[in-house]
């Protein structure tokens, strides 16, 4: 089973982030759902911008 980002909370003092709770690779696959449709239309924008 791969290594998630928390598996290395004993080593947190080492990584910088700015937003405090889960790391943010834990997160990505809810942040990318909840963002879904803005994502969806930021794709759309780019295949019919010239």
């Known amino acids: 089973m791969p290594k998630v980002f928390a598996d290395y909370k004993s080593q947190g003092h080492n990584w910088i982030t700015?937003?405090?709770?889960?790391?943010?690779?834990?997160?990505?696959?809810?942040?990318?759902?909840?963002?879904?449709?803005?994502?969806?239309?930021?794709g759309q924008l780019l295949k019919t911008s010239e």
């Open 18 to 42: 700015l937003a405090t709770g889960e790391y943010y690779p834990d997160i990505l696959k809810d942040t990318c759902e909840l963002y879904k449709p803005v994502l969806v239309l930021f």
